[in-house]
C-alpha cells in the first residue's frame, strides 16, 4: 500500500471550500483510477489555511501514473483556492487500523 501526502495552503479563509472541492471534484476522478483505494483531507485546527489530502493507492506504481496522467488537472482545478503550489510527498503505508491496510495489503 502506498500513500501519496498533498500538502495545501488556501487563501485565507478558503480551507473549507478547497476541501469540499476536493471531496466534490477530485474524490470523483481519483475513485476513476486504477488502484485508487481510499482519500482522506485534514484541515489544521492551528493553521487555518492549511489542509492534507492523504490518498492511497494499491501500489506505488499506481500512484506514479496517477501523478503522470491526471494530477497536473487536478492541481489546475485547485488553483485558485490556493496561496502556494501543493508539496507531494510519498509514503508506503507501515500500518493502519482504522483501514486494515498493511504494507502490501489493500482493505
Known sequence: MFTRVVELTSKPRKSRELSSLINDKIV??????????????????????????????????????????????????????LKAEPVVRTFEVHTSTGHKITAGKAA
Do not use: C, H
Open 28 to 81: 470523483p476522478i481519483l475513485k476513476k483510477q486504477a488502484g485508487f483505494v481510499d482519500e482522506i483531507v485534514l484541515v489544521s485546527d492551528a493553521d487555518s489555511n492549511r489542509v492534507l489530502a492523504l490518498s492511497f493507492w494499491k501500489t506505488r506504481e499506481d500512484a506514479e501514473r496517477y501523478q503522470r496522467e491526471q494530477y497536473s488537472s487536478v492541481r489546475e482545478t485547485m488553483q485558485s483556492l
